[in-house]
């Protein structure tokens, strides 16, 4: 059927204060045109991000009510523990609040200046959190996963001729080798279980620790199953214990696939690299059974992690995000294909190619859909991932210049993709007239969160 259905009831409802255009324009020049630092009130179709943004299920808030809360050798943590080593299968289970609290953890211990770390791409916080240790973070993509008109199953795949090259000319200088899956940083696009294996053996042979950054883990094995060879008739959660069974552990932001509004894992089977991320974890996160989180907000992703492997789940968020790229499609707005689930990317300098990508068109595009109609989205481009060259001091654009459509979990229905579809033919219809932005004020390190812009006029 054409209609999509989403495979849950609503019993409660948060409403959304209708604002006017006007309204809008203040507000976003209060916040010196950055998404980010509009108030969330002045925002009427919010999709800055899929992270801890979601709504839970009545199962998720009956564990809350259940969570124990005791400081030290909590229930909550112990329930925590068991379901992530059923799913995932690793020794050490380490709570921590999100995602970056595990990147900072892991890369204290193991990174240092001279280093150097590969990934298929290093996401904002991943790459702040590498280069802050004076590390360097290096992407690998497959060709086909810069392209966003490329065809392709598996475009967040890792380029295995580079990185067995990246790592015979980096011997002794790599602590730790990633894989991101899926990969947000290039469309939200999946990694192929061939492709994980590749990797996994391509580190082995040099000795090198194997970490998967696995936020959206679900998603990922949903397209495994869906596309690659082999996996139609396999259960997802033999996809997911294989998945992760070929890495020795996990970062995980439990804010996506784990279905909370909080929350975050470190997975590791080596007995001292867990003993030293747990002494750590004891100085700024909290004692090692609760890591920074409530027992309620355990018990909650607990429960999540049993949820996130639905099917009919699984099948409406693809359905949603395919039905938006479909209707930009219509409109003659390029993006990343094929779709994943968790966003949809407008490719913002294909759409806006008469704005220079220094004067980021991903940024114009972002604050003309809250102008129209209240949307926030979040530029995934030079603003967020541009560069200063070191030695002639210029600013550096990123490769992509995109725009991420972001869908919370269980959030919002097809009707306001709907509204969504509508906001943005508006902006096409006079495309050609809107100008960039520019930089007043930058922080050195994840700038696009405080920065300060300017409409050049």
């Known amino acids: 059927m ?42 009427m179709i919010d999709l800055l991000t899929d ?44 709570p921590v609040h999100q995602g970056r609290a595990a990147e900072r953890i892991i890369f204290q211990i193991m990174a240092a200046d001279d280093m150097c770390i590969p990934n298929n791409t290093h996401f904002d916080t991943t790459r702040a959190n590498i280069e802050f240790r004076g590390t360097q973070a290096v992407d690998l993509p497959v060709p086909e996963g810069l392209d966003p008109s490329a065809a392709g199953d598996f475009k967040g795949n890792m380029d295995i001729g580079r990185l067995r090259v990246f790592l015979e000319e980096n011997q002794g200088r790599i602590p730790v080798g990633l894989l991101t899956i899926t990969n947000n940083g290039n469309g939200g696009q999946p990694v192929s279980m061939q492709n994980i294996r590749e990797t996994s053996e391509l580190y082995k042979q040099h000795g090198i620790p194997f970490l998967l950054d696995a936020a959206r883990f679900a998603e990922n094995a949903y397209m495994i199953k869906l596309r690659e060879g082999g996996y139609a008739d396999t259960d997802l959660k033999d996809i997911v214990r294989e998945m992760f069974g070929y890495a020795d552990g996990c970062m995980v932001s439990a804010k996506k696939d784990g279905m909370v509004n909080i929350g975050g894992l470190l997975c590791l ?74 966003a949809v990317y407008v490719d913002a300098r294909a759409l806006l190619p008469h704005i220079p990508a220094l004067e980021l068109p991903g940024q114009t595009l972002c604050c003309e859909l809250y102008k129209v109609g209240g949307i926030r989205p979040v530029e995934i481009g030079t603003l967020m991932f541009g560069t200063t060259d070191a030695q002639t001091g210029k600013p550096q654009p990123a490769t992509l210049d995109l725009v991420r459509l972001t869908l919370p979990r269980r959030v919002y229905t097809q009707s306001h993709v709907d509204w ?6 508006d902006v096409v219809s006079r495309k050609d007239g809107l100008k960039g932005y520019r930089i007043l004020e930058e922080a050195p390190f994840l700038r696009a969160f405080t920065a300060k812009l300017a409409p050049i006029s």
């Open 269 to 342: 089977n080596d007995d001292g690299l867990a003993s030293d991320a747990r002494n750590l974890l004891i100085l700024t996160e909290g004692f090692p059974t609760y890591g920074g989180l409530a027992g309620r907000d355990m018990a909650a992703l607990a429960q999540g992690l049993r949820e996130v492997l639905d099917w009919d789940y699984l099948q409406y968020r693809h359905a949603s995000a395919s039905y938006l790229a479909d209707g930009l499609e219509r409109l003659g707005v390029p993006c990343v294909r094929p779709t994943g689930l968790h």
């Open 2 to 43: 054409k209609t999509i259905i989403e495979p849950f009831r609503i019993r409660s409802v948060e409403p959304i204060r209708m604002s006017t255009r006007e309204e809008r324009e203040k507000a976003l020049a209060e916040a010196h045109y950055n998404l980010f630092s509009l108030a969330a009130r002045d925002v």
């Open 420 to 425: 969504i579809l509508e906001a943005i033919e």
């Open 51 to 94: 992270s801890g943004t979601g709504a839970m299920s009545t199962k998720q808030w009956a564990a809350l009510m259940q969570g124990d809360e005791s400081y030290a050798g909590s229930e909550s943590y112990f329930d925590l523990r068991d379901t992530v080593q059923d799913l995932m299968g690793y020794k050490h289970v380490i």
